[in-house]
């Protein structure tokens, strides 16, 4: 009886500053894996395109029109074009889009280039595919229409692309900015690699944590469950011991590992931004209420009333406005505390419920005519609005001493230069060297045993390509006392139906 084993591979790789640049990475890689006799090889989720920012786009908030800023549609736009287009429909063409039987756009003329569908990203991962005799599998962010799509394409060294998936259900930040894909892309793909024949499937990232999206590759009879992902965290090799176990299937697992000064700069982190930004030198009069009491005093230069809150003052005379509840009397409109900026931060006052003033209080500070502790009239100051309706005061003279000037209130890093504690050159290095995601990729054979990785805080320039023999017999083996597909599925009791997709092994 022949031999059915194979020599897999995972990379542990990270996306470059830009598209093109991880493509010729992903060539290279291959080429590597290539001279180790690695026959299937798997990037991680998201590899060619890059996962989303952490939390999200930038300035992407909801609900107040302050959670918006201008960072989040040029972050939006900046992602959007990294993303890559394999020419496929929003719909998803499936066959006919594997096939290349979709229309091809006009040609430029009898001497321009052949009219193709996409970006020219398909046929560049077909040629690496080709001219290394590797069978490759890795995660894009695709385009389609005007939407983003997290996907795995399937390229095989002699037929090309043969299939591919869009993540069925993007979780956490994905869900903002990634569309859902057709469960009918669950579809097992049938090949031969190296001459043995294989049935292999992809459930992406948080996927693989569906129990019936993962039963519905079980029932297909996969012997190779490709898995690649953006999460690092502890479950996570668990899962994919667990994902043997069921299955009866070998698993292949990569995930990024990055650290912070190597992400791509239009999904690396920064400061959070801020809503446009006020200028104050004294506060304005108060304006009468309709009931005849006093209303809040406003600056003249917003749009609204703020709302009552508790003023604290930092050590480096700062002050800072928390948002509170506020009381009202007959004599008197919602007022802040009447404690001074410098007993709110001593004690736990900072928190009590805010009191009515005595007339000639403003904004939190005693008026000359109200206390002789009083401050009189505020100092010229930048009002930095944040995302939660917070405003954040800072004196113009402190902000000058920062290098912020007026002309910056307005700038997403202005909050953090204020608010920021001194670091040095050091902190700032060991930010940069902050590991976003640390890896965890892994070979777990048909038998649950992990026979490569996990890998931590190791990308694939340092080393970070896993490779291992296994035996897809184990697969058939496996299934003498657990086939949750076969004999123990009990298909006269329980029933599992997915739309567009049939689940019978395919031929």
């Known amino acids: 009886m022949s031999s059915r084993k194979l020599t897999v591979a995972v990379a542990q790789s990270h996306p470059l500053e830009t598209t093109a640049q991880t493509l010729a990475a992903l060539t290279r890689t291959t080429q590597q894996a290539a001279a180790r006799g690695v026959q299937l090889l798997l990037f991680p989720e998201a590899y060619l395109g890059g996962y989303p920012p952490s939390g999200g786009v930038r300035g992407s908030g909801s609900g107040s029109g302050r959670a918006r800023t201008a960072a989040g549609p040029e972050q939006s736009l900046q992602y959007f074009q990294s993303a890559v287009d394999l020419g496929d429909t929003p719909a998803g063409a499936g066959d006919d889009w594997v096939a290349r039987r979709l229309p091809l756009p006009a040609a430029a003329g009898a001497d321009g280039p052949r009219p193709r569908r996409g970006d020219g990203t398909r046929e560049a991962l077909e040629q690496t595919a080709r001219a290394t005799g590797v069978f490759v599998v890795t995660g894009v962010v695709e385009r389609a229409g005007a939407g983003l799509y997290g996907a795995a394409v399937y390229v095989c060294p002699r037929h090309g692309v043969l299939g591919k998936r869009r993540k069925v259900m993007p979780t956490g930040a994905e869900r903002l900015i990634w569309a859902q894909g057709s469960a009918a892309t669950l579809k097992a793909i049938t090949t031969r690699i190296a001459g043995v024949p294989v049935t292999l499937a992809a459930a992406i990232g948080g996927e693989n944590y569906m129990p019936l999206l993962r039963q519905s590759l079980y029932c297909q009879h996969v012997q190779v469950y490709l898995a690649p992902t953006a999460d690092g965290r502890d479950p996570w090799l668990p899962l994919m011991r667990t994902v043997a176990c069921e299955g009866r299937t070998v698993v292949l697992s990569a995930n990024r590992c990055v650290r912070r000064k190597r992400l791509p700069s239009g999904i690396r982190p920064g400061p959070a931004p801020l809503a446009a930004a006020t200028t104050n030198s004294a506060p304005a009069e108060p304006e009468p209420s309709s009931s005849g009491s006093q209303a809040v005093p406003r600056d003249q230069t917003q749009a609204a009333p ?31 505390d009447e404690e001074s900026p410098d007993d709110v931060i001593a004690g736990e006052s900072a928190r009590a419920e805010p009191r009515p003033l005595a007339p000639g209080s403003v904004h939190g500070h005693r008026s000359e005519a109200g206390s002789s502790r009083g401050t009189g009239r505020r100092r010229e100051s930048i009002v930095l609005k944040t995302f939660d309706d917070h405003d954040v005061i800072v004196a113009v003279a402190a902000a000058s001493s920062l290098g912020l000037g007026k ?15 001194p670091q040095s050159a050091a902190a700032g290095n060991e930010e940069d060297d902050e590991l976003r ?71």
């Open 306 to 336: 703020r709302r009552g809150s508790v003023v604290t003052r930092t050590a480096l005379n700062h002050e800072i406005i928390w948002p509170a509840r506020a009381k009202s009397s007959p004599d008197s409109s919602l007022v802040l």
């Open 407 to 421: 002309a910056d209130h307005d700038h997403e890093s202005t909050v953090a230069a204020i608010t920021a504690e």
């Open 437 to 507: 995601c640390r890896g965890g990729s892994c070979i777990v054979n048909a038998k649950g045993d992990v026979v490569a990785g996990p890998l931590w805080g190791v990308d694939v320039d340092d080393g970070g390509l896993l490779v291992a023999e296994v035996d897809l017999d184990d697969c058939i083996r496996g299934r003498l006392d657990l086939d949750l597909a076969g004999s123990c599925s009990r298909n006269d009791s329980f029933k599992l139906t997915v739309d567009g997709l049939d689940l019978s092994p395919p031929p």
